[in-house]
């Protein structure tokens, strides 16, 4: 299947180093971060079923395997649905995580994937998609996509990086003094912004020369939330996360982890309205 979006290739080249940067269990953002924030907002009810966008090497697609009747796992990126399938374990998930591509930008990808699931008895219970939100450069097709396959009851849970803090291109700043009073040295950090209503799409960090960076869509909260409630969804509960003390890092001032009064994943849970 040929790639319907030129911005897909920056994944289909950075597969490899994702999968071997998540593994089977993910990285500290994803177990500390956004993990906790689908336990509390995916809802499971028995014997459900699920479908994962964006589902990468299918971290969460395994994660919701454990416990529903059938997982559709999708990705534009062919090489990513690869990775995927490798590290789905017969054994422990059986034949409950089904892979498929799909394009969330392209309406035609999500025509034919519509067409292909009109026998799923009312729709998905769940829908997930971790951390893509910002990856995606037209949220129209997605959210009048998810009217038409979520069942009356279902729920769909994103996450994605702060819109204040992080798409924003947000600067981290140091600031040290000396307390007068004890003589010690007292660290203070703080997010500068200078940006958040125009902010241009920008290229997100790689790990690896040589690679092409893939792009990231910052948008502000109103125009993040804009298509989904343009499609008749409602949201339900919001949620964000960010790492405690215990993960800070002395030996590297500037590292994120260290600024721990930002969130920085954005959770939330959005729904059909009951008359619908």
Known sequence: MALNNSLLGPWEGFASDWDEGMENEGNDYFRFLELPILEKLVERPEGFRALDLATGNGLVARWLAKEAASVTATDGALSMLDRARARTDSSIYGGRIHYR?????????????????????????????????????????????????????????????????????????????????????????SIVMTKYLNVPPARQLVFKEGL???????????????????????????????FDESFCDPLREHSSKNFTEFPKILGFRMRLPSNL
């Open 212 to 242: 092409e960076s893939p792009y990231m869509f910052h948008r502000p909260l109103n125009q993040l939330f804009a298509p989904f409630f343009q499609a008749g969804l409602t949201m339900d509960a919001l949620e964000e996360t960010n």
């Open 101 to 189: 591509c799909l394009d969330v930008t392209d309406q035609a990808s999500w025509d034919s994937f519509i067409a292909d699931n009109t026998d799923l008895n009312g729709g998905f219970d769940v829908i997930t998609m971790n951390m893509a939100l910002m990856d995606i450069q037209d949220l129209g097709p997605l959210s009048r996509s998810l009217k038409l396959l979520l069942k009356p009851n279902g729920c769909f849970v994103a996450t994605l990086l702060h819109p204040l803090f992080f798409t924003s291109g947000a600067t981290r700043q140091i600031m040290v003094h000396e307390d007068p009073e004890t003589g010690q040295r007292v660290v203070n950090r």
